[in-house]
């Protein structure tokens, strides 16, 4: 007989007991519920050096906002993923689609509904305590993400969204407990210091005119991006 205890469940795999009729709820974990998903992570995070810190990811593919990073909605310093989720306006501020977010939150949230300290309702307040509406230009916490395309005078800087300013990120955690997390690719740069000419879907102004990189920038950048990527990977991999 297996039993595990989640709150005041108990759940029995075989056999269950006479008066189980009268328990609130009788569920059975699966084979990824041990192994993987929320009881085998929980296993996981108990035998780790920080369990905190463990939640929220320790390395840098694993930072997160929502104390869990088997939610799989890690926020990485280069963009992408659920930082996705949105929309420019026409004076280059961000709008979240926060519906989508929440609803890939709720996904991964039943998945791994077992593990005994997962927060379901800190979750959603975290997604509530980060703002609808992101603008870089003023918003330390951000910055563009941006790629030079060809225009007919030459290369311009091209917002394609936002990313996290990652050792500030720690500023959306619920609770006391603040992760820390390095930025990789500008440790020591705050974004109000960069001079950034960005080109968003709708002209914001004459003062957003984008300067013309010299040839092969694209390339050139392309592979940057790649090389960085390549190099976390293999950390990450590697525990180099």
Request: hydrophobic share 40%; net charge positive; with cysteine.
């Amino acid at each position: 007989m297996f039993m595990f205890m989640r709150s005041s469940y108990l759940v029995f795999k075989d056999n269950p007991p006479s008066n189980a009729i009268d328990w609130p709820v009788i569920q059975v974990a699966t084979k990824k519920n041990l192994t993987y998903y929320g009881i085998g992570c929980y296993r996981n995070r108990q035998k780790s050096f920080n369990p905190t810190a463990f939640c929220f990811g320790e390395k840098q593919l694993d930072a997160n906002i929502w104390g869990c990073k088997k939610l799989g909605l890690p926020l990485l310093e280069w963009g992408g993923g659920w930082l996705e989720y949105g929309r420019f306006d026409d004076q280059g501020a961000w709008h979240f689609d926060k519906e989508r977010i929440k609803f890939d939150l709720e996904v991964a949230l039943k998945e791994n509904a077992w593990c005994p300290i997962l927060n379901r309702a800190r979750v959603l307040q975290t997604l509530d305590k980060l703002p609808d509406v992101i603008d870089p230009k003023t918003n330390k916490n951000w910055m563009y993400r941006t790629n030079y395309e060809g225009f007919g005078d030459g290369f311009r800087q091209v917002a394609e969204g936002i990313r996290p300013v990652l050792n500030r990120a720690s500023f959306y955690v619920i609770g006391d407990f603040k992760p820390e997390w390095r930025d990789e690719t500008s440790p020591e740069t705050k974004p109000t210091e960069i001079v950034l000419k960005v080109a968003v879907p709708s002209k914001i102004s004459s003062s957003t005119k984008a300067t013309t990189p010299p040839d092969g920038a694209n390339d050139l950048g392309k592979a940057i991006f790649v090389t960085f990527v390549l190099l976390v990977l293999f950390r990450y991999l590697f525990g180099g």
